[in-house]
């Protein structure tokens, strides 16, 4: 399942979080609503931006 979190805080700050995405997919769906709220002060990726969309990851012995 795939799912976009927005939190506001009081100061108006905003952070933006992806999960269920692998890859530059996360980025995709998040690029106009990033676009909308303006300036992206930072960037931080998870482990699973670093995965390749489609692939598993399976230890073979």
Known sequence: MQKIEVVVTPQGETTVTTVGFKGKSCQDATK???QALGIV?????LPSFYQTEGASQQARQ
């Open 32 to 34: 106009q609503l990033e």
């Open 41 to 45: 002060q930072s960037e931080q990726k």
